[in-house]
């Protein structure tokens, strides 16, 4: 078979965006609270990170950054849907305002030649269901999940091609009191990071279900990294081999093959960590396989062997931007530990930067599930400078994306189909772990986390480069 010379002519290129990140209007039109509103007020401001109160005000700025995004040329965005604004309080009561705005945006998407990709779930659970049954903690949330689903998904059905289903479920696991509202006394009962992520396949395949009903496609956004061992000693591999099963396979398995892989499953059973599965909830699973995978990459990771003795913890943060500052690593006792991989540099955030690593996770995902994949994140995380003439020059952020597009066209180069590119994200928004100060977009916007202006919308360096890169098929670099 011969190279592809540029990307195909179909190749979806974008960039992806969240509601809560991004919005702003928290309180506006009649939409609810949710759970991001309340998490980003209580903890977040006390690191001095902005709330999501005006985010980057993308609720009132819609048409000027759809155009921004005409500009570069996109024909995809990525962005997701806040439950809150179409169910204010969970449940069945719509609020027209809500489904208005969705509706504008969609359509000036489809009046600029942009495909819509809409998120169903982007950690905004609605507050009121915090409130009625702790939210995700309950199997309750499957039924208020339902109804905005099936709901959504026929309203939009005309429009909608690709529904991205919940986005991210194995970080919702690592972090969950950060992504998920959980009450305090809950906090050290740790079965309920993976019952929640059972609740949430649940949705996932109901998701799946209604999306078919209506003859659109339907996957998840999973943030994956693959995980090198340490060494080539045996045991890191196996413990590497363990990491992966854990991390990613867990995951990967029911939305493709409609069941838990057996190995972590077991790991998760002798530690009292396995989620309680009813009867007939596989069966949910194998009935609603996903149709493609949307994967959010940043970096890889890596493992090395843990003793039986160890203490059990979970992911840490870098809240500092200085690089070292990680709260700690994920370790599981006799299975494996998460560590530093000594070949790669890192963000300011310490995150390894690993184009190759985005190479082997497709050519790796293609073989074991044969799907096709879609990029619905993948960025470098800075902080920017605006210079004293109104300009950003982030050359860092071009030679990051450069390279992982470069990673994916090498494994399209092998046979991989992938349908587009949203990487994260179109313009800076509101940071799930460091507010304002760690910023991702081909727009900047001139705010701060103590100081929201006016929102100023500035072209950076990135935006020409991109403009170039999809007005080329991809083919100048
Ligand atoms: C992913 C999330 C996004 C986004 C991104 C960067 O996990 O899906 O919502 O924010 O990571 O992470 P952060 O904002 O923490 O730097």
């Known amino acids: 078979m011969s190279k592809l010379e540029g990307f ?64 570069m040329g996109f024909t995809s965005y990525r962005f997701s849907i806040a439950w809150t604004r179409i169910f204010p309080n969970g449940g069945d009561e719509v609020n027209q305002a809500g489904v208005d705005f969705y509706r504008n ?39 208020d999940f339902e109804i905005y689903a099936k709901f959504i998904i026929n309203e939009f059905k005309d429009d909608i091609k690709y529904w991205v289903t919940i986005n991210e479920q194995s970080i919702i696991v690592q972090y969950w009191t950060q992504k998920c509202y959980v009450p305090e006394e809950y906090q050290n009962q740790n079965q309920l990071r993976y ?56 995951y990967l398995d029911v939305y493709f093959k409609g069941y838990y892989t057996v190995a972590p499953l077991t790991y998760l059973q002798e530690n009292g960590l396995a989620p309680v599965i009813e009867e007939g909830d596989e069966e949910l699973f194998r009935a609603n396989i996903s149709d493609f995978f949307a994967i959010n990459y940043y970096d890889s990771q890596c493992a090395h062997a843990c003793p039986e003795g160890a203490e059990r913890s979970w992911s840490g943060y870098n809240l500092t931007g200085k690089k070292g500052d990680m709260s700690g690593f994920e370790t599981h006792p006799g299975f494996y530990q998460m560590c530093p ?21 497709y050519r790796d995902l293609y073989t074991r599930y044969k799907v096709p994949f879609m990029i619905t994140e993948n960025g470098l995380g800075a902080y920017d400078d605006l210079t004293e003439d ?27 189909e992938v349908l587009g590119y949203m990487p994260w994200s179109a313009l800076d928004l509101l940071s799930t772990s460091n507010g304002y100060k760690k910023r991702y977009g081909l727009i900047y916007v001139d705010r701060t986390d103590e100081d929201p202006k006016e929102c100023k919308r500035i072209r950076k360096d990135s935006f020409y480069w991109y403009k170039k890169v999809i007005a080329s098929d991809g083919t100048d670099l």
């Open 105 to 143: 945006l969609i359509k000036e998407c489809k009046d600029n030649g942009i495909e819509p990709i809409p998120t169903l779930y982007h950690y905004d659970l609605p507050w009121a269901l915090v409130e009625k049954y702790n939210g995700w903690l309950s199997r309750e949330v499957v039924k």
């Open 195 to 250: 019952q929640i992520n059972h609740h949430m396949n649940l949705c996932q395949a109901i998701a799946v279900k209604y999306a078919h009903e209506v003859g659109a496609l339907a996957g998840p956004a999973l943030g994956y990294s693959p995980i090198y061992a340490r060494t080539c000693k045996p045991e890191d591999q196996i413990a590497a081999l363990n990491a992966n099963d854990l991390r990613n396979s867990y």
């Open 341 to 361: 991989n000594p070949e790669l540099d890192t963000t300011a955030w310490d995150w390894a930067i690993d184009p190759i690593g985005l190479e082997y996770v």
């Open 390 to 416: 109104g300009k950003i020059h982030d050359d860092y952020r071009i030679d990051y994306l450069r390279a992982h597009i470069q990673a994916t066209k090498r494994a399209m180069d092998k046979g991989v």
């Open 8 to 71: 195909p002519k179909d190749f979806l290129w974008g960039a992806a965006t969240s509601a809560y990140q991004v919005e702003g209007a928290a309180n506006e039109d009649g939409k609810g609270l949710s759970q991001q509103d309340v998490i980003n007020t209580e903890r977040h401001k006390a690191y001095g990170f902005a709330d999501a109160s005006i985010a980057s005000d993308h609720y009132h700025k819609y048409k000027e950054d759809i155009a921004l995004f005409k500009e």
